[in-house]
């Protein structure tokens, strides 16, 4: 965060473009122009990478989501699984791919109690969708222990 104050106000305070930014210390552009995006942050998720407590690579990661609350509550989690970048990319596409999904026809009680139940049992989202002769179930995880954890559980059944 401070390389990131640190440019901005070298192009504020002596007129200068990323480029010529960039020149001036020997990096790429692309590189300058990475950093300042994290400006772009809310001040809960800057100071959490100030802390130490997300990565440069989290940050990032973040940047593509738009909402402030949703990027404290995304950092939140992040740092209550401990997931590491690319699991949080993953899940930061999982929940763009939702957004975009049209909303689905509501599933039956029958198989809303199974979802639930589901979801109880394997202490993760579950969900039941139905189609014409066939349906699916998805189990979300969010980490590759969690995903051991899932099939072990399911393997002991």
Do not use: C, W
């Not at 901005?8 to 552009?29: N, Y």
């Not at 990478?49 to 909402?67: C, P, Q, T």
């Not at 026809?105 to 979801?119: A, D, S, T």
Request: proline share 1%; charged share 30%.
């Amino acid at each position: 965060m401070e390389l990131a104050y640190a440019y901005s106000l070298l192009m504020d305070r002596f007129e200068l473009t990323q480029e010529q930014v960039a020149q001036k210390i020997g990096k790429r552009r692309s590189s300058i122009a990475n950093i300042l995006r994290l400006l772009q942050l809310t001040p809960y998720v800057q100071q959490k990478l100030r802390d130490g407590e997300i990565s440069f690579g989290h940050a990032r990661a973040i940047l593509s989501v738009k909402e402030a609350e949703v990027q404290k509550q995304l950092v939140d989690y992040i740092i209550l699984k401990e997931l590491s970048v690319r699991d949080t990319e993953k899940y930061i596409q999982g929940l763009s791919e939702k957004k975009e999904v049209k909303k689905k026809e509501p599933i039956n009680v029958f198989y809303r109690e199974i979802q639930e139940n589901l979801q109880k049992a394997l202490g993760t989202k579950v969900v039941i969708s139905q189609g014409k002769n066939k349906g699916k179930i998805e189990i979300e995880y969010y980490s590759d222990e969690e995903l051991e954890r899932i099939i072990e559980m399911i393997q002991s059944k």
